[in-house]
């Protein structure tokens, strides 16, 4: 039997900070003036990957390129904490020296091709990388739209839904069309459209 390459000694220390994450809670809290307690890194990152799979998947993209990007998008914020867009303004955050020490935990193969889809995320340089950056924001946005739904005024001013394609900071700064039409889309939506259609009060 061969004597495995990875240390499970320290892929449980990364298990264990990847699950902290649904520990952290997203600091838009502060400016949005709503204590979602749901609404943690964990959830964010969740829902990404399901978007940012099916974006790959309708562009012809790599999936699990676009998966692995999205799962490790936030993961340096287990050891930094959420920075909202006024935070980052004052605040510095040593980003690829936390990534580094994550990714120190798995075996040097992992850790390389671990390293090399977080750096091609920060580049945003190929489709992967856009479409995974389309999902953290359309994420955001399902969010807002989320917050307005339960009479939010603040999301609702950040959503800009009249002006949507000019005004609103999150559709500005998506790449790909299909982003774009999907985010058009959740706009248009109420988030519990989804079950008004099907709802009964009588059991089968």
Same mark, same amino acid.
């Given at each position: 039997? #061969?004597?495995? @390459?990875?240390?499970?000694?320290?892929?449980?220390? &990364?298990? /264990?900070?990847?699950?902290?994450?649904? #520990?952290?809670?997203?600091?838009?809290?502060?400016?949005?003036?709503?204590?979602?307690?749901?609404?943690?890194?964990?959830?964010?990152? +969740?829902?990404?990957?399901?978007?940012?799979? +099916?974006?790959?998947?309708?562009?012809?993209?790599?999936?699990? @390129?676009?998966?692995?990007?999205?799962?490790?998008?936030?993961?340096?914020?287990?050891?930094?904490?959420?920075?909202?867009?006024? $935070?980052?303004?004052?605040? #510095?955050?040593?980003?690829?020296?936390?990534?580094?020490?994550?990714?120190?935990?798995?075996?040097? @193969?992992?850790?390389?091709?671990?390293?090399?889809? /977080?750096?091609?995320?920060?580049?945003?340089?190929?489709?992967?990388?856009?479409?995974?950056?389309?999902?953290?924001?359309?994420?955001?946005?399902?969010?807002? @739209?989320?917050?307005?739904?339960?009479?939010?005024?603040?999301?609702?001013?950040?959503?800009? &839904?009249?002006?949507?394609?000019? !005004?609103? $900071?999150?559709? #500005?700064?998506?790449?790909?069309?299909?982003? !774009?039409?999907?985010?058009?889309?959740?706009?248009?939506?109420?988030?519990?459209?989804?079950?008004?259609? +099907? /709802?009964?009060?009588?059991?089968?």
């Amino acid at each position: 039997m #061969k004597t495995p @390459k990875i240390s499970f000694e320290k892929l449980g220390y &990364l298990l /264990y900070e990847i699950g902290s994450l649904r #520990k952290i809670p997203r600091s838009h809290r502060q400016n949005l003036l709503t204590n979602d307690v749901s609404d943690n890194l964990s959830s964010h990152i +969740f829902r990404v990957t399901w978007i940012g799979w +099916f974006l790959a998947t309708e562009c012809s993209a790599d999936p699990y @390129k676009t998966i692995m990007m999205c799962m490790l998008h936030d993961l340096p914020e287990a050891r930094s904490g959420d920075q909202n867009w006024i $935070n980052k303004k004052y605040v #510095k955050v040593y980003e690829d020296e936390i990534i580094k020490d994550q990714l120190q935990n798995t075996n040097p @193969k992992q850790e390389k091709e671990l390293t090399k889809l /977080y750096k091609e995320y920060e580049l945003r340089e190929s489709l992967e990388a856009k479409l995974a950056k389309d999902a953290d924001l359309i994420d955001q946005m399902l969010l807002l @739209k989320e917050h307005a739904h339960n009479g939010n005024k603040e999301a609702s001013n950040w959503l800009h &839904l009249e002006e949507l394609e000019t !005004k609103n $900071n999150h559709f #500005k700064l998506l790449h790909h069309e299909v982003s !774009k039409q999907l985010a058009r889309e959740i706009a248009k939506q109420q988030p519990s459209d989804w079950w008004q259609n +099907f /709802y009964t009060h009588n059991r089968k």
